[in-house]
């Protein structure tokens, strides 16, 4: 077939380029080697924090506040789809982009054409959109061997063969008519695809699973909430709230090599009515540190206990190493839902510092110095059939939320989008929220405010001297990942569509360019042919389009500085040959 | 009087299909054309404002949000009824509640919408 000629000559003529430029290791399957040596792999981006810290720092220089300003498009594409808004992190191997769209369809685009190699369609049931809180989304994929993972929106986990995106294996990770789904990008640890769960809205009792990477076969399962008589189970009442108990998984965690450590976020507890579920409700909004191998806890922080507000702790714990009050430090670092921005120890779980990200605070009167515990201002706690409670600070959609910050350790700056917004809650009367699979556990209205004219704020936190650096503030919510790079550049989006660069020293905007549609997605930088590239996904969607209508898209665009882009030939319009065949006479 | 629950498994498919498709034959005579009998019938009211909440509320929230506000619909009742059942395939956001709402407790949302302006 003419489209396997191409894609035979294309990825001879990208193997051999690419083993020209780069080093060894990076034509072919990815290994664990090159999972675990991802950070000093400058050209790719191999999973979907970059590295296993999470930090999306990038290596490449040749992009600075000297030239960025001259960066234009080089090539774009369409996704085209149902616009659905899109909020992956591509990832990019061998000269292919890899990516997901919304509907957890996954494109496999050469960067040097723009042309769609394949691309996979999911086919879903009728009815999965009752399923899906915030829209139709979809964070990423992984990559291991000759095989690309997905987590289809229905939680089925697709191994699919890099080359030509058939499925090689799938594995049903849940029924998603009782709720479950999945929209997260996995995380491959050696031979581990670990996967983590949505539908802390729908009652979900919450795990992380781990699948073999060759065969699909399910290794471990380990639940968030325990069951009666395990460890945390008195933090529940005595009757069957456990079983719709929440702490969704459904951020991509982190992982720690030197100590073989996995570290996953969870969310809220379910159902909303706190009143219903009375104690601290372990593991939910909690930070877990497990064995990859087995899935066994080694250990938990909680942020907010008893969680009556939808302040999950999903985020992907940030790992790095530091220095604090002079000593040197293993840590972790988490901008939290609940406001405020957390540094702890990830060696055992132990509070370092908290900073207050958000004006206002209001559920709580005060984190303790030494435990980082929540004094809880029970005021701000919903009673069922009480009435309204408002307004909360901050609001459900969090001081900040899922997108992912970055972490600089030239600056020892951490960048994170930081929103300044309320809500008003409302828990209905005692007895009327029946559980029922699939349907929406909650149990209380909601209403989200504007508390000033501002509500985003583009922050840079001094890690080890425990302060803000900078802030750059903003009218609408900020609701894109960051990207920061050897070069001095960081990168993000915003609901306006407007793709960004700031100076990451100051916070300086040196750059924009207008996409069409807002950014809910996070942009990754690559190396290709000895160029520097920066690719983000633009496509409103998610919970920013709850608030502010926009032109709906889908776009993948790439930028660079004097970027390349090869058309010779290739092209994503491809003739129907029944419309219009070659003329024989 | 509640209204009674009509279960998909209960209405046969076959029957279930001629409810729907007899309905929009365009042109037909007005005794094809399917209203909502649980109008202004307070229990069935009751009745719909749970299952709103429960399965409409966190798209169409008080009065319209990521779904447009059903209380200011200008469907007729059978395309209101449709639209519940068979989703929105089209567009692609409003999902087919067919195999998990009895077209009764369609009528009963229809039913509350109907009575307030709001949520």
């Given at each position: 077939m003419k489209t396997a000629l191409m894609r035979c000559v294309l990825a001879a003529a990208g193997m051999t380029a690419a083993m020209l430029l780069t080093g060894p290791g990076q034509a072919g399957p990815v290994t664990t080697d090159d999972l675990m040596k991802a950070q000093d792999n400058g050209a790719e981006w191999l999973m979907y924090g970059r590295d296993y810290r999470n930090w999306r720092y990038s290596p490449l220089a040749e992009l600075t506040a000297d030239n960025v300003a001259k960066m234009t498009p080089v090539w774009s594409l369409s996704t085209g789809g149902q616009f659905g808004g899109l909020e992956a992190t591509p990832l990019f191997h061998d000269g292919v982009l890899y990516f997901s769209a919304d509907y957890a369809r996954v494109f496999a685009v050469d960067a040097r054409s723009g042309r769609v190699i394949w691309h996979y369609e999911p086919t879903y049931e009728d009815g999965l959109n009752a399923m899906l809180c915030c829209g139709p989304i979809h964070r990423g994929v992984a990559l291991k061997d000759n095989l690309v993972y997905v987590a289809q929106l229905d939680a089925k986990l697709e191994a699919l063969n890099a080359a030509d995106g058939k499925v090689v294996w799938e594995a049903k990770i849940d029924d998603w008519k009782n709720g479950v789904t999945t929209n997260s990008a996995p995380l491959v640890v050696k031979d581990h695809v670990i996967i983590g769960v949505s539908g802390g809205e729908y009652g979900v009792r919450g795990y992380l699973k781990s699948f073999n990477a060759k065969t699909g076969a399910l290794e471990w399962q380990t639940y968030t909430v325990p069951a009666p008589g395990e460890a945390g189970s008195d933090t529940w009442p005595k009757d069957d709230s456990w079983k719709t108990g929440g702490a969704p998984t459904w951020l991509t965690g982190s992982y720690d090599a030197d100590t073989n450590t996995l570290y996953w976020g969870t969310g809220n507890p379910g159902s909303w009515q706190s009143d219903q579920h009375p104690g601290d409700n372990l593991y939910t909004d909690s930070t877990l540190a497990l064995d990859p191998e087995t899935g066994k806890m080694k250990w938990f922080y909680q942020y907010t206990p008893n969680d009556s507000w939808d302040y999950d702790a999903m985020a992907?714990?940030?790992?790095?190493?530091?220095?604090?009050?002079?000593?040197?430090t293993k840590a972790w670092a988490v901008s939290s839902r609940n406001g405020y921005f957390y540094v702890m120890d990830r060696t055992n779980g132990s509070f370092l510092y908290a900073l207050q990200m958000v004006e206002g605070i209001n559920w709580t009167s005060g984190l303790d110095p030494k435990t980082g515990k929540p004094t809880i201002n029970t005021a701000m706690k919903p009673k069922q059939g009480a009435g309204a409670v408002q307004p909360i600070i901050p609001g459900l959609e969090g001081g900040t939320n899922w997108f992912p910050p970055a972490y600089d350790p030239d600056l020892g700056l951490f960048f994170v989008g930081v929103n300044q917004w309320g809500m008003g809650l409302t828990s209905w009367e005692k007895g009327k929220l029946v559980y029922k699979p699939g349907d929406v556990f909650m149990g209380v209205d909601y209403q989200m405010y504007r508390m000033g004219d501002t509500i985003g704020h583009l922050r840079a936190i001094d890690i080890a001297n425990k302060k803000v650096a900078w802030d750059v503030p903003s009218p609408l919510p900020l609701f894109s990942g960051m990207l920061v790079t050897k070069g001095g550049l960081l990168f993000t989006g915003d609901q306006r569509g407007r793709f960004l660069a700031f100076d990451a020293k100051t916070g300086k905007e040196l750059w924009k360019f207008q996409t069409g549609s807002g950014i809910n997605a996070s942009p990754i930088t690559y190396e290709l042919d000895g160029k520097q590239y920066v690719a983000i996904l633009s496509g409103l969607g998610g919970d920013p389009s709850f608030y502010y209508s926009a032109p709906k898209g889908g776009m993948l665009w790439v930028f660079a500085v004097d970027g390349k882009v090869d058309e010779g030939g290739y092209y994503n319009a491809q003739v129907i040959d029944k419309m219009l065949p070659t003329y024989k006479p | 009087m509640r209204p009674t629950k009509l279960t998909p498994?209960?209405?046969s498919l076959g029957a279930l299909v001629a409810l729907l498709l007899g309905t929009f034959v365009p042109g037909g005579s007005a005794d094809e054309v399917l209203t909502n009998p649980y109008l202004g019938k307070p229990d069935a009211i009751e009745a719909g404002k749970?299952?709103?909440?429960?399965?409409?509320?966190?798209?169409?929230?008080?009065?319209?949000?990521?779904?447009?506000?059903?209380?200011?619909?200008k469907l007729t009742d059978e395309q209101f009824l449709e639209t519940v059942i068979n989703g929105r395939k089209r567009t692609g956001v409003?999902?087919?509640?067919?195999?998990?709402l009895s077209p009764d407790e369609v009528w009963q949302v229809h039913a509350f919408v109907k009575s307030t302006d709001h949520y």
């Amino acid at each position: 077939m003419k489209t396997a000629l191409m894609r035979c000559v294309l990825a001879a003529a990208g193997m051999t380029a690419a083993m020209l430029l780069t080093g060894p290791g990076q034509a072919g399957p990815v290994t664990t080697d090159d999972l675990m040596k991802a950070q000093d792999n400058g050209a790719e981006w191999l999973m979907y924090g970059r590295d296993y810290r999470n930090w999306r720092y990038s290596p490449l220089a040749e992009l600075t506040a000297d030239n960025v300003a001259k960066m234009t498009p080089v090539w774009s594409l369409s996704t085209g789809g149902q616009f659905g808004g899109l909020e992956a992190t591509p990832l990019f191997h061998d000269g292919v982009l890899y990516f997901s769209a919304d509907y957890a369809r996954v494109f496999a685009v050469d960067a040097r054409s723009g042309r769609v190699i394949w691309h996979y369609e999911p086919t879903y049931e009728d009815g999965l959109n009752a399923m899906l809180c915030c829209g139709p989304i979809h964070r990423g994929v992984a990559l291991k061997d000759n095989l690309v993972y997905v987590a289809q929106l229905d939680a089925k986990l697709e191994a699919l063969n890099a080359a030509d995106g058939k499925v090689v294996w799938e594995a049903k990770i849940d029924d998603w008519k009782n709720g479950v789904t999945t929209n997260s990008a996995p995380l491959v640890v050696k031979d581990h695809v670990i996967i983590g769960v949505s539908g802390g809205e729908y009652g979900v009792r919450g795990y992380l699973k781990s699948f073999n990477a060759k065969t699909g076969a399910l290794e471990w399962q380990t639940y968030t909430v325990p069951a009666p008589g395990e460890a945390g189970s008195d933090t529940w009442p005595k009757d069957d709230s456990w079983k719709t108990g929440g702490a969704p998984t459904w951020l991509t965690g982190s992982y720690d090599a030197d100590t073989n450590t996995l570290y996953w976020g969870t969310g809220n507890p379910g159902s909303w009515q706190s009143d219903q579920h009375p104690g601290d409700n372990l593991y939910t909004d909690s930070t877990l540190a497990l064995d990859p191998e087995t899935g066994k806890m080694k250990w938990f922080y909680q942020y907010t206990p008893n969680d009556s507000w939808d302040y999950d702790a999903m985020a992907t714990p940030i790992l790095i190493d530091t220095t604090i009050d002079g000593k040197p430090t293993k840590a972790w670092a988490v901008s939290s839902r609940n406001g405020y921005f957390y540094v702890m120890d990830r060696t055992n779980g132990s509070f370092l510092y908290a900073l207050q990200m958000v004006e206002g605070i209001n559920w709580t009167s005060g984190l303790d110095p030494k435990t980082g515990k929540p004094t809880i201002n029970t005021a701000m706690k919903p009673k069922q059939g009480a009435g309204a409670v408002q307004p909360i600070i901050p609001g459900l959609e969090g001081g900040t939320n899922w997108f992912p910050p970055a972490y600089d350790p030239d600056l020892g700056l951490f960048f994170v989008g930081v929103n300044q917004w309320g809500m008003g809650l409302t828990s209905w009367e005692k007895g009327k929220l029946v559980y029922k699979p699939g349907d929406v556990f909650m149990g209380v209205d909601y209403q989200m405010y504007r508390m000033g004219d501002t509500i985003g704020h583009l922050r840079a936190i001094d890690i080890a001297n425990k302060k803000v650096a900078w802030d750059v503030p903003s009218p609408l919510p900020l609701f894109s990942g960051m990207l920061v790079t050897k070069g001095g550049l960081l990168f993000t989006g915003d609901q306006r569509g407007r793709f960004l660069a700031f100076d990451a020293k100051t916070g300086k905007e040196l750059w924009k360019f207008q996409t069409g549609s807002g950014i809910n997605a996070s942009p990754i930088t690559y190396e290709l042919d000895g160029k520097q590239y920066v690719a983000i996904l633009s496509g409103l969607g998610g919970d920013p389009s709850f608030y502010y209508s926009a032109p709906k898209g889908g776009m993948l665009w790439v930028f660079a500085v004097d970027g390349k882009v090869d058309e010779g030939g290739y092209y994503n319009a491809q003739v129907i040959d029944k419309m219009l065949p070659t003329y024989k006479p | 009087m509640r209204p009674t629950k009509l279960t998909p498994s209960a209405l046969s498919l076959g029957a279930l299909v001629a409810l729907l498709l007899g309905t929009f034959v365009p042109g037909g005579s007005a005794d094809e054309v399917l209203t909502n009998p649980y109008l202004g019938k307070p229990d069935a009211i009751e009745a719909g404002k749970q299952i709103y909440r429960s399965k409409c509320y966190i798209c169409h929230h008080s009065a319209g949000a990521r779904g447009p506000d059903l209380f200011a619909t200008k469907l007729t009742d059978e395309q209101f009824l449709e639209t519940v059942i068979n989703g929105r395939k089209r567009t692609g956001v409003m999902p087919a509640f067919g195999l998990r709402l009895s077209p009764d407790e369609v009528w009963q949302v229809h039913a509350f919408v109907k009575s307030t302006d709001h949520y």
